[in-house]
Nanobody, 121 residues
Framework: QVQLVESGGGLVQAGGSLRLSCAVSGNIFRLNDMAWYRQTPGKQRELVADITSGGSTNYADSVKGRFTISRDNAKKTVSLQMNSLKPEDTAIYYC???????????????WGQGTQVTVSS
C-alpha cells in the first residue's frame, strides 16, 4: 500500500522558519511531479509549490523568495523549507505526489494526511 507520510508542522512566530517533509512509503514504479498544497477553513486547497522529477520548480506568488521545495528521488521524499513565515501562511499543508505503482498502471495522484502550520503574529 502506498502512503504519503508528512512531518514537520507546528507553531512558529512570524518571521520564523519551519521545514516540512513528506516520504512516500510502499513500492512504486515511477515517481513523477511532487507538490505541496495548503488549505484554510472555507477556502479551496491551493498550490504552494511543485517540483518535477527532473528538479524544475514552480511557486505560488505569495511564497516566492521565502519557500523552497526540494526532493530526493532515491529516498522518495519531498521537502518544503519555509522561511520568513507570515500569519497568512497559517494552514494545513498537504503533500501530493503523482506516481505509478507498477509498470502496467497509470500514474495517480496521492495525498498526505496534512500537517498543521500555525504562524503567530
Amino acid at each position: 500500500q502506498v502512503q504519503l507520510v508528512e512531518s514537520g508542522g507546528g507553531l512558529v512566530q512570524a518571521g520564523g522558519s519551519l521545514r516540512l517533509s513528506c516520504a512516500v512509503s510502499g513500492n512504486i514504479f515511477r515517481l513523477n511531479d511532487m507538490a505541496w498544497y495548503r488549505q484554510t477553513p472555507g477556502k479551496q486547497r491551493e498550490l504552494v509549490a511543485d517540483i518535477t522529477s527532473g528538479g524544475s520548480t514552480n511557486y505560488a506568488d505569495s511564497v516566492k523568495g521565502r519557500f523552497t521545495i526540494s526532493r530526493d528521488n532515491a529516498k522518495k521524499t519531498v521537502s518544503l523549507q519555509m522561511n520568513s513565515l507570515k500569519p497568512e501562511d497559517t494552514a494545513i499543508y498537504y503533500c501530493n505526489a503523482d506516481l505509478a505503482r507498477t509498470y502496467y498502471t497509470s500514474a495517480v495522484m496521492y495525498w498526505g494526511q496534512g500537517t498543521q502550520v500555525t504562524v503567530s503574529s
